[in-house]
């Protein structure tokens, strides 16, 4: 057998170790989530618990520069550590790749949960709205398992948002233990399970901002979705328009400053899909980008002239976070709106989402 033929059966059976459920685990996943990437020769701090001090590195084209010392990669265990003044439960690794160094924190993914359940829905919200979101962004970052890169996730908007230890709550550290391991998962793996603030009262097919048709990411009705943003008015210049297009590569045409956005073709859930704007014409998810590259908080949205009026902030797939505070101030559990968001999908006891029990399995509602 070739190794490469080996290592791809190594790399399989270890992502099935880990989908595989085992009835009363308790162990939890490491994650590995890029904090920062420093460009090559400067220097970055980490203070240390435990009267350890401040340790100094940098990434050098042969590996990483520790106090001195130069090595392949350096590591710290743990418990937790201080980055540009925001303390990380769990370790930290520095690596240098392509010239930048990766800090990327080596974290359990239920302490991973409590730094990234704060940041992405208010203290506030129904305790039923935060423990749905919380098996969805522990069903987000499951799915974004990556054994072959080094990291699985960042901490940014462009993944989910993760802040560390110091925004912990009392309440969504509860949502978090009162979900602990319980994942998303259709035909046995974890869903890409994808979430918005406010879907102005109709979800997005994931198609319309992401190109692939998800049987669970489908457009549906959501009229309980009411935040400050499920209506709003804006304003739109040309010359943000113009610069809207250049930065997506397009070239506005001569003469054509008068030429207001017209929406010539609507998506299945409403929003635009195809848009004529400054003499250009675009399509599809690259017409949601230019929509968002306006400034509008949603593509579910009518011109008047340069005025734009609309409904909902978001990319609008997947679980509207308003609108399921909307679900749980009328009554409805967490299970109920994940059902609601994501039809067809299991929601699993097992801590790795493996193969969910038919008892578990969400009506096509």
């Given at each position: ?148 890169a080094p990291y699985d996730l960042c901490a940014s908007e462009i993944c989910q948002v993760y802040l560390g230890l110091a925004v912990e709550t009392p ?195």
């Amino acid at each position: 057998m070739s190794h490469g033929l080996k290592g791809a059966l190594l790399a399989c059976l270890l992502l099935l170790v880990w989908l595989l459920p085992s009835r009363g685990q308790k162990e939890d996943l490491l994650l590995r989530v890029l904090l920062k990437e420093v460009p090559e020769g400067q220097e970055v701090s980490l203070l240390l618990p435990e009267g350890q001090g401040t340790v100094r590195a940098r990434g050098e084209a042969q590996g990483v520069w520790v106090e001195g010392r130069l090595q392949p990669f350096w590591e710290f265990p743990g418990p937790y550590f201080r980055l540009d003044g925001r303390t990380y439960r769990g370790g930290v690794r520095l690596l240098a790749q392509e010239g930048r160094l990766l800090v990327v924190n080596q974290v359990l993914l239920e302490d991973y949960l409590l730094g990234v359940l704060p940041a992405e829905m208010p203290e506030g919200f129904p305790q039923e709205a935060l423990e749905a979101q919380a098996v969805v962004a522990r069903t987000f970052a499951v799915n974004r398992l990556n054994p072959r890169a080094p990291y699985d996730l960042c901490a940014s908007e462009i993944c989910q948002v993760y802040l560390g230890l110091a925004v912990e709550t009392p309440r969504h550290t509860e949502a978090v233990r009162g979900t602990r391991g319980k994942v998303l998962s259709y035909q046995g793996r974890a869903i890409s399970a994808l979430y918005h603030a406010d879907s102005g009262g109709m979800t997005a097919g994931s198609e319309e901002v992401f190109q692939k048709a998800l049987p669970y990411l489908r457009p549906r009705p959501d009229p309980y979705a009411r935040g400050p943003k499920s209506q709003w008015q804006l304003s739109v210049s040309p010359e943000r328009a113009a610069a809207a297009l250049r930065a997506m590569g397009r070239t506005p045409q001569t003469g054509s400053l008068g030429d207001s956005p017209v929406v010539l073709e609507r998506s299945a859930s409403g929003r635009v899909w195809r848009l004529r704007l400054l003499g250009v014409e675009v399509q599809g998810p690259e017409a949601q980008r230019l929509v968002r590259n306006l400034g509008l908080p949603s593509a579910l949205v009518e011109f008047r002239g340069w005025q734009a009026e609309g409904r909902g902030a978001g990319h609008g797939v997947g679980l509207s976070q308003w609108g399921a505070k909307g679900m749980a101030e009328a009554g409805y559990g967490y299970r109920e709106i994940l059902g609601h968001y994501f039809p067809g999908t299991f929601l699993s006891d097992l801590l790795l989402g493996g193969i969910p029990g038919p008892e578990e399995a969400w009506a096509t509602r």
